[in-house]
């Protein structure tokens, strides 16, 4: 099982970056995919989430109307397209694999697979 995510990097505020996920060694198409996102000194929390047949999305309020998720279930990927970065969304972001049968995952124990983690900074 592998979780490939990359696109992180430096940003001004207000910017965008466009996170994206691989995956191999699963089926993709059966699991929700997650992208959470870990500060420094801070605990891992939700970003964004979709369901294994990508009708339904879900964020966490901090970033609702900026980030969209959506899955390509052809490709095996996952992306994270995010607008009007701030520098408090400054974090190594993760994504992951979960539990096809929980209708919202929003927390760390909803999902089984992680990827390595790409960091994104937002100056000020």
């Known amino acids: 099982v592998q979780l490939q995510a990359s696109g992180g990097g430096l940003v001004q505020a207000g910017g965008y970056l466009r996170l994206s996920c691989v995956a191999s060694g699963f089926t993709f198409s059966r699991y929700n995919m997650g992208w959470f996102r870990q500060a420094p000194g801070k605990e891992r929390e939700f970003v964004a989430g979709v369901n294994w047949r990508g009708g339904n999305t879900y964020y966490a309020d901090s970033v609702k109307g900026r980030f969209t998720i959506s899955r390509d279930n052809t490709k095996n990927t996952a992306d994270l397209q995010m607008n009007s970065l701030r520098p408090e969304d400054t974090a190594v972001y993760y994504c992951?694999?979960?539990?096809?049968?929980?209708?919202?995952?929003?927390?760390?124990?909803?999902?089984?697979?992680w990827g390595q983690g790409t960091e994104v900074t937002v100056s000020s």
């Open positions: 992951a694999a979960g539990d096809p049968t929980t209708v919202v995952a929003t927390t760390t124990l909803d999902y089984y697979y």
